[in-house]
């Protein structure tokens, strides 16, 4: 099966560059993906160029109609679309549904943009002078979205794009592609204009054309730290706004006053959920005092009842990695842990699975310091850290010596303990008995230090701060005989 762009409200083929998509399930390739050329990107944000000024006119009801719909499409529809997600990804179901949930939080969001683009205004500044306030679009916007959310990541971006009056490019993962490409397809159907969303499917040499390509004015961007950096720095040196957001190493501490049996299920929920390819994953649960040894116990007991398998069986918790490469990655961050000093408490690579999938066991691995590996680089996968700490502060240092600051936890019954924690730590996104603090959609998404580069986080109000510039307007009417020549600088 061949998957091609979409482009002014219909899909294309592309050219010659293909790349294979696979179904991490069973191993086998499912299809071939188009990988745009630099100039067939060009070809692309010319359409979305054309279509901007139609689009920024649009009545500010009418882009809340296309919203309300889209909306409605895809909760009535939602099946489809996680079928999608699990055959290209390989998460079950019902995550996948869940994926498609948190989505549908910005939607709902967004569809309140007569109220979220409203300017300001101030009378009377000046004797007979008045001032106001708009939020204008910035023109043709970037969305590069990840493999790990096929649906979630690009219904962040582009609706937040697309209401404040943008048209888009959306280049979404070559890894797991077919889930953009519904969404846009629902997107024409609710109403929107062709060109106002164009899908570009591609690699490294597309996403390089979308850095370079002066007709784009923004580019959002979700992906590996490295990338992120990469993408910061060279769409800022074009003038771009951008938004980049990197990895992760999130810490889940546990406090000796803790619940433990609530925190282990916490934690093997956050860490081995969609098979740990989540930037808000846990990977480091961090022990204070003596509750390592029980929640360890804990944790091998859940651990042993998981189920593990293709992501379409109802029964299936946890499905495959998303590439052989990620899964074969994955198992050498295990293999080494021992060698660095590390106790590697259940081993993922002795799982058997039948057939050729991407699958790998969860790992569990104990007397994780920093320094080694398995602690410093993001895994991305169903991997487990234990570092032990004696007290509060220690665990507060170790977060916050991190050089990720994306999400972190705590788990405790004390109320000064998670105040103080709360105030303490250095990190964006913080959690209170709650393992993976993703806010809701009526917030906004980002870390801080080298999980996010840029000035604003991603959906929710900071998202129509980015899609905007604003511009003000002084006005004054003034009777003619009143007027005259004045060099020195405006006052009151």
């Given at each position: 099966?061949?998957?091609g762009?979409?482009i002014?409200?219909?899909?294309?083929?592309?050219?010659?560059?293909?790349?294979?998509v696979f179904?991490?399930?069973?191993?086998?390739?499912s299809?071939?993906v188009?990988?745009?050329?630099?100039?067939?990107l060009?070809?692309?944000?010319?359409?979305?160029?054309?279509?901007?000024p139609?689009w920024?006119?649009?009545?500010?009801?009418k882009r809340?109609?296309?919203m309300?719909?889209?909306?409605?499409?895809?909760?009535?529809r939602?099946?489809e679309l996680?079928?999608?997600?699990?055959?290209?990804?390989?998460?079950?179901?019902s995550?996948?549904?869940g994926?498609?949930s948190?989505?549908?939080?910005?939607v709902?969001?967004?569809?309140?943009?007569p109220?979220?683009?409203k300017?300001?205004y101030?009378?009377?500044v000046?004797?007979?002078?008045d001032?106001?306030?708009v939020?204008?679009?910035?023109?043709?916007?970037a969305?590069?979205t990840?493999?790990?959310?096929?649906?979630?990541?690009?219904?962040?971006?582009i609706?937040?794009?697309i209401?404040?009056?943008?048209?888009?490019?959306?280049k979404?993962?070559?890894?797991?592609p077919?889930?953009?490409l519904?969404i846009a397809?629902?997107?024409?159907e609710?109403?929107?204009?062709p060109?106002?969303?164009?899908?570009?499917?591609?690699?490294a040499?597309?996403?390089?054309?979308?850095?370079?390509?002066?007709?784009?004015?923004?580019?959002?961007f979700?992906?590996?730290?490295?990338?992120?950096e990469?993408?910061?720095?060279?769409?800022?040196?074009?003038?771009?706004?951008?938004?980049?957001?990197g990895?992760?190493?999130n810490?889940?501490?546990?406090m000796p006053?803790?619940d433990?049996?609530?925190a282990?299920?916490?934690?093997v929920?956050?860490?081995?959920?969609?098979?740990?390819?989540?930037?808000?994953?846990?990977s480091?649960?961090v022990?204070?005092?003596d509750?390592?040894?029980?929640?360890?116990?804990?944790?091998?007991e859940r651990?042993?009842?998981?189920?593990?398998g293709?992501?379409?069986?109802?029964?299936?918790?946890?499905?495959?990695?998303?590439?052989?490469q990620?899964?074969?990655?994955?198992a050498?961050y295990?293999?080494?842990a021992?060698?660095e000093g590390?106790?590697?408490?259940?081993?993922?690579r002795?799982?058997?699975?039948?057939?050729d999938?991407?699958?790998?066991?969860?790992?569990l691995?104990d007397?994780?310091?920093?320094?080694?590996r398995?602690?410093?680089?993001?895994?991305?996968?169903?991997?487990l850290?234990v570092?032990?700490?004696?007290?509060?502060?220690?665990?507060?240092a170790?977060?916050?010596?991190c050089?990720y600051?994306?999400?972190?936890?705590?788990f405790?019954?004390?109320g000064?303990?998670?105040?103080?924690?709360?105030?303490?730590?250095?990190?964006?996104m913080?959690g209170?008995?709650v393992?993976?603090p993703?806010?809701?959609?009526?917030?906004?998404f980002?870390?801080?230090?080298?999980?996010?580069?840029?000035d604003?986080h991603?959906?929710?109000?900071?998202?129509?701060n980015?899609?905007?510039?604003?511009?003000v307007?002084?006005?004054r009417?003034?009777?003619?005989?009143?007027?005259q020549?004045?060099?020195g600088?405006?006052?009151?």
């Amino acid at each position: 099966m061949r998957i091609g762009h979409y482009i002014q409200g219909k899909i294309i083929e592309g050219g010659e560059r293909v790349g294979p998509v696979f179904n991490p399930a069973t191993g086998q390739q499912s299809g071939e993906v188009a990988l745009a050329s630099a100039a067939e990107l060009g070809a692309a944000v010319d359409v979305a160029a054309e279509a901007f000024p139609g689009w920024r006119a649009t009545s500010l009801t009418k882009r809340a109609e296309v919203m309300f719909a889209f909306r409605q499409l895809i909760k009535t529809r939602a099946g489809e679309l996680a079928a999608l997600i699990t055959a290209e990804h390989g998460k079950v179901l019902s995550d996948a549904a869940g994926e498609i949930s948190r989505g549908l939080e910005n939607v709902d969001f967004c569809a309140g943009l007569p109220h979220l683009l409203k300017g300001e205004y101030a009378e009377q500044v000046s004797r007979g002078v008045d001032v106001h306030q708009v939020r204008q679009p910035v023109g043709v916007v970037a969305c590069i979205t990840p493999f790990n959310f096929p649906a979630m990541v690009p219904l962040w971006m582009i609706t937040g794009a697309i209401a404040c009056g943008n048209t888009v490019i959306l280049k979404p993962s070559e890894r797991d592609p077919s889930a953009a490409l519904w969404i846009a397809e629902r997107l024409t159907e609710a109403g929107l204009p062709p060109g106002v969303l164009n899908v570009v499917n591609g690699d490294a040499e597309t996403v390089n054309a979308i850095l370079d390509h002066p007709g784009i004015a923004a580019v959002s961007f979700v992906g590996s730290t490295p990338i992120a950096e990469t993408v910061y720095r060279r769409s800022a040196e074009t003038g771009k706004r951008v938004q980049a957001l990197g990895g992760a190493k999130n810490h889940m501490v546990v406090m000796p006053d803790a619940d433990l049996p609530a925190a282990a299920d916490a934690a093997v929920s956050a860490a081995y959920g969609s098979a740990g390819e989540r930037c808000m994953a846990v990977s480091v649960l961090v022990t204070v005092g003596d509750v390592a040894d029980p929640l360890i116990d804990l944790l091998k007991e859940r651990i042993g009842k998981l189920k593990i398998g293709d992501g379409t069986d109802p029964e299936s918790e946890m499905g495959p990695l998303i590439t052989a490469q990620a899964r074969d990655r994955v198992a050498s961050y295990v293999a080494g842990a021992a060698d660095e000093g590390a106790t590697v408490v259940v081993d993922g690579r002795e799982q058997q699975f039948d057939g050729d999938g991407f699958f790998l066991g969860v790992s569990l691995v104990d007397h994780v310091k920093p320094g080694m590996r398995v602690y410093d680089e993001e895994i991305f996968g169903p991997v487990l850290s234990v570092v032990r700490v004696d007290s509060y502060d220690d665990a507060v240092a170790l977060v916050n010596e991190c050089q990720y600051a994306n999400g972190v936890a705590v788990f405790t019954r004390d109320g000064k303990t998670a105040r103080s924690f709360e105030f303490d730590i250095e990190v964006g996104m913080v959690g209170v008995n709650v393992p993976i603090p993703v806010p809701v959609g009526i917030f906004s998404f980002g870390g801080w230090k080298r999980s996010l580069f840029g000035d604003t986080h991603i959906y929710g109000p900071e998202s129509f701060n980015f899609y905007t510039r604003r511009k003000v307007v002084t006005t004054r009417w003034p009777d003619p005989s009143e007027t005259q020549v004045n060099l020195g600088f405006p006052t009151h």
